[in-house]
């Protein structure tokens, strides 16, 4: 496995992998590297000759600066999962790296990035933006692999490649969960030992929303699983938007001939915490 650190070291290597007509699988991350991501890496070396994981903690993507700094690091644990993997390449770079300068970009995601998490964190996805499309005008996959738990990036991401012509096959791999049902999240390990044992109540929060289905309307469901955060003293609600997976628009009834996706974003001991689940 190489490591590089430099854009230079990182495209000679990529054109002689091109010139011998390898397939290229990219998985980005901002590092702390969990069973989640081992499942998009594991998925990229399945699909493609080489894989390239990114760990970069972007700055531009926090509106918080307490955030970014608490975020957790684990460099040498993640370069030996990675290893132990069979993982090709590694892009570790400085900050400086990909930011020579200030990248000054607006993206119009067109109303994507203004709900959901967009609504609470101001520049959030404009950031995510700058740092995947730097990537992928850098790296220039065959494909690259998200994980599903943050779908609303998802789908923006979906929409950058398109807004920028690209063609990258963006693969959404599935939520992997812990043994009691929390999804596997980099943030998971900055929850104390009180708000670790209650986290799954997100999942079996949904699970129950799932089964009501069949008796509630979009909006009634959303008021019921609200009415069940209120109960919990230690998790705030955020949000709980059930939408069209492909807009992220607002559902108001089942009936509508479109994949409907129920988001939920917690914020448990300070951590903020996403989950999702598809509703039929
Ligand atoms: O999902 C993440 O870890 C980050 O948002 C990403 C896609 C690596 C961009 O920094």
Redesign the pocket.
Known sequence: MIVYRTKEELIRHLDDLRQKQKSIGLV???GALHDGHISLVSRSIEDNDSTLVSI?V?PT?FNDPSDLEKYPRTPEEDLILLREKGVDMVFMPPVNEMYPETDGRQFNLEGLDQVMEGASREGHFNG?AQ??SKLFQLVNPHRAY?GQK?FQ?MVIIRHLVDQMAMKIDIVACPIIREKDGLAMSSRNIRLGRKERKTAPFIYQTLVEAAKKQAELSPSELKSWLSKRFEQQNLMELVYFEIVDDKTLKPIESWERDVNKVGCIAVILGGVRLLDNMIFN
């Open positions: 980005p991350t901002m970069f972007n993507q995510v740092i995947v998200f943050d990036q």
